[in-house]
């Protein structure tokens, strides 16, 4: 295992995944009823954006950097900004909450987290940050398992953050057939399933076999800061949500464009969202 999240935490791709992640769960804590986060490839709690990894790579100043200081951010990105400003109280961007941890602050009484994480580091990390939290449990397991494992969940509302570092050839394989798993055990749950937008030739199989997948209903949202052809690296990335809350699209509709503007390195950037299977 190569990947390690300290390296890209606040880029542009954590921009998208942690503002859609954190209104997902807004919008699903607007019922009373309880809710059970499931996030299979954790990373760790807290990033550190001015230590050694971080700051080699400088990712987070094409991402969090870019929105710290704005003045104005529609709604859905000021929330995301106050919840990375929970950690940086004194103005300074320095402390990056991991998606279990943005997560975790949000958890309400009734609410229940499960999180795994495989590099045994982070896994021992996370373990020792929620000891004596008994409504997190982490598990140092292979996140694809989480599906079998734990659904249905008895809560009947289950959000579940499918996060791969995408090192791996068979990542968006496994992806596809746990993402089937789940909703074949639970059909309600709701799924974030984060990917890079690097190969086009192996997206467009992914878009193809995610549309004819027989999922309730799958929302495509991608954020491009490149043009997609560009052979640098990550040229952005997107969200498949299955089953994603009402209003989400309508209010993405104003922030894409206004994060491709912000976040574009070379060119226009770029954004796109469409239902791949099950248009409201
Ligand atoms: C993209 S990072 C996660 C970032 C995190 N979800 C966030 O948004 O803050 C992917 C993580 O998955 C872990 N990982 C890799 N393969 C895994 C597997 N099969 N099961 C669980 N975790 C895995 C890596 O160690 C890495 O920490």
């Known amino acids: 295992m190569n990947y390690r999240h300290s390296f890209h935490a606040g880029n542009h791709a954590d921009v998208l995944k942690h503002a859609v992640l954190l209104r997902m769960v807004t919008l699903m804590q607007g019922k009373e009823t309880p809710l059970c986060y499931l996030d299979s490839h954790a990373g760790t709690a807290l990033y550190d954006l001015q230590g050694d990894d971080a700051e080699r790579t400088g990712e987070y100043l094409g991402g969090i950097g870019r929105l710290w200081e704005q003045a104005e951010l529609p709604e859905l990105l000021g929330a995301y900004r106050d ?3 929970l950690y940086n109280t004194d ?4 402390l990056y909450p991991g998606s279990p941890q943005l997560i975790a602050d949000r958890l309400r009484e009734q609410d229940r987290m499960i999180v795994s994480e495989l590099h045994p580091a982070d896994a021992a990390i996370l373990k020792e940050h929620y000891a004596g939290e008994p409504r997190i449990a982490v598990h140092h397991r292979d996140g694809y398992e989480l599906p079998k494992a734990f659904l249905p969940v008895p ?19 496994r992806c596809m057939s746990a993402v089937q798993i789940a909703v074949q055990r639970m059909r309600q749950t709701v799924i974030a399933l984060w990917y890079p937008i690097k190969d ?7 878009y193809r076999r995610m549309a004819d997948a027989g999922l309730p209903k799958v ?13 640098l ?10 089953n994603p809350p009402w209003p989400l699209w309508q209010e993405l509709e104003q922030v894409l464009p206004w994060l491709a503007g912000e976040l574009a390195v070379s060119g226009p950037g770029g954004w796109r969202m469409d239902w791949l299977a099950g248009e409201p």
């Open 233 to 242: 690296g990550l040229n952005g990335s997107g969200l498949m949500l299955v």
């Open 155 to 173: 809560e009947k509302r289950a959000l579940w953050l499918l996060d791969p570092p995408f090192e791996k050839s068979d990542d968006l394989e």
């Open 91 to 94: 103005g300074q961007l320095r």
């Open 219 to 231: 929302l495509r949202i991608e954020l491009n800061v490149r043009p997609a052809d560009t052979s």
């Open 83 to 85: 919840a990375v400003a």
């Open 200 to 206: 086009q030739r192996l997206l467009q199989d992914f």
